[in-house]
């Protein structure tokens, strides 16, 4: 067949986490946490007969929190 598109694409991700705990008693722990993620796509078209093809670049983040509770129950 013939070439109907040719094109370089580019995907980077990233992310990062980060977490703390809080002895609030001794049988109670209560966690906080925190998350960023990045995704970067970037697409270069060479060559596109389709019509519907074109080179740009997009970035796509979230920041994602995150909460939690520990329960151990006391020895008697």
């Keep these: 067949g013939y070439?109907?598109?040719d094109?370089?694409?580019r995907v980077t991700a990233?992310?990062?986490?980060?977490q703390t705990a809080w002895h609030?008693?001794?049988d109670v722990e209560i966690l906080v946490g925190l998350r960023y993620d990045?995704?970067?796509f970037d697409t270069e078209v060479h060559y596109d007969t389709t019509g519907e093809g074109s080179?740009?670049?997009r970035t796509m983040d979230a920041l994602s929190p995150s909460?939690?509770?520990v329960w151990?129950?006391?020895q008697q």
């Design 3 to 5: 070439l109907a598109l």
């Design 7 to 9: 094109q370089d694409e």
């Design 14 to 18: 990233s992310g990062v986490y980060a």
């Design 24 to 26: 609030w008693r001794d």
């Design 38 to 40: 990045s995704v970067h």
């Design 55 to 57: 080179s740009g670049t």
């Design 67 to 69: 909460t939690g509770l």
């Design 72 to 74: 151990r129950p006391l």
